[in-house]
């Protein structure tokens, strides 16, 4: 048995080796080396030079960053709660089946899977003063993208509907999940409509509300291609969010140190947000229906 229970383990190990191996160079690689990174003063073309904390302190008193941090907090706000509840609605819409659900289905998708420079290559155009769709459909010059105050829900909206799609499948699949017992036994006990969703459908859905606000909140925290091609981080700051920093310090100031840096940071607030999320659902989730 012990032999048996060897050559398993190696041949198991023989086949995770190509998986771990990509994780191993693709992903936790760069980690260290961006902490590595992250620790030196280097322009991509003199020798990287040690400067330990410096960057650290240089990032955390710089103002462009706590502006970054800020747009970025205010740009998941707005995009969280709307994804999240206009998934859910398209979910419970589409988990009727009524005619023509299935052609929805993949109508709510094809936004998520196009490539997000793409999109905001298009959204552009449409936000456009001049010549774009939007002004021409309402007949009123509109500055979505040069207002301080417009710009930032204009590039939300259009992550927004990008998303949607992605968190109405989830959603979906959670509804499908539901046992039909359960609504039988609610409608016989003479529950309405609102009282089954809210004692019944919205409990049970849970684990994948966690698992939507957990990739939602990493996905807008790393936003960058929508936010590049509509706006490059304008007007004067007002949609520059940590990845749009990120790119600046590393491809337009070369300073590949405080860029890594910012990365770190970046990382450390997922962790935190993703920590607190979890300890705000551990008590609140149930997975047995039985």
């Not at 190990?13 to 160079?25: E, K, Q, T, Y």
């Not at 609610?186 to 990739?215: C, H, K, N, Y």
């Not at 920093?245 to 405080?258: Q, T, V």
């Not at 993703?274 to 551990?282: A, K, M």
Request: some cysteine.
């Amino acid at each position: 048995m012990n032999t048996l229970a060897r050559r398993e383990a190696r041949t198991g190990c023989l086949l995770l080796a190509p998986s771990l191996f990509g994780v191993g160079v693709f992903l936790i690689l760069p980690v260290f080396v961006v902490l590595a990174l992250s620790l030196t003063q280097w322009n991509l073309i003199s020798p990287a030079r040690w400067v330990g904390l410096a960057n650290f302190r240089d990032i955390l008193t710089d103002p462009t960053v706590g502006n970054s941090v800020l747009v970025t907090a205010f740009f998941v706000l707005i995009v969280i709660p709307v994804q999240t509840v206009l998934g859910l609605v398209a979910a419970l819409l589409l988990n009727r089946r009524l005619p023509g659900s299935s052609v929805f289905r993949v109508v709510y998708v094809i936004p998520w899977i196009c490539a997000p420079l793409a999109l905001g290559v298009v959204w552009r155009w449409i936000f456009d003063p001049s010549d774009g769709a939007l002004n021409a459909l309402t007949g009123q010059r509109v500055e979505w993208l040069s207002s301080p105050v417009l710009a930032l829900p204009a590039v939300a909206s259009v992550t927004v509907w990008s998303q949607v799609g992605y968190v109405t499948l989830f959603f979906l699949a959670g509804l499908n999940a539901i046992p039909d017992q359960l609504y039988e036994a609610a409608r016989i006990d003479g529950a309405g409509s609102r009282q089954v969703f809210w004692r019944i459908t919205l409990p049970l859905l849970r684990p994948t509300t966690f698992f939507v606000l957990v990739t939602g909140v990493i996905s807008s925290f790393q936003v960058f291609d929508t936010v590049y091609a509509m706006t490059k981080g304008g007007p004067a700051g007002h949609t520059e969010v940590i990845a749009s920093r990120i790119y600046y310090e590393a491809f337009e100031a070369f300073r590949l140190g405080r860029a890594a840096a910012l990365a770190v940071l970046l990382f450390v607030l997922l962790v935190a947000v993703t920590v607190g999320q979890q300890l705000y659902f551990r008590r609140r989730i149930t997975y047995d229906l039985s």
